[in-house]
């Protein structure tokens, strides 16, 4: 499924219990996505990330390459202002 399908169907079944101020701010984030052209510059199954470090919840930094070489890997992304 894709992203609009996703939100497509996200919407079908959240909107109706949905307030309407968080579905106009919705629907704001999504068209400020639409416009920066998200997608087109989104990871794609199958795509490598590239490797990158940051802290982890200790503040001690990790590199992927480092967490690559004990197995798999699996990035999650949070988006904190929602």
């Avoid at 919407?11 to 579905?23: F, R, T």
């Amino acid at each position: 499924m894709g992203l609009n399908d996703a939100i497509a169907k996200f919407l079908e079944e959240a909107g109706p219990s949905m307030p309407n101020e968080v579905k106009e701010g919705l629907a704001a984030a999504l068209d400020k996505l639409r416009a920066d052209k998200i997608t087109a510059q989104a990871c794609r199954t199958g795509d490598k990330a590239p490797d990158f470090t940051l802290p982890n919840h200790d503040g001690q930094m990790i590199s992927t390459e480092a967490l690559r070489r004990e197995g798999s890997l699996v990035l999650n992304f949070y988006r904190g202002s929602w």
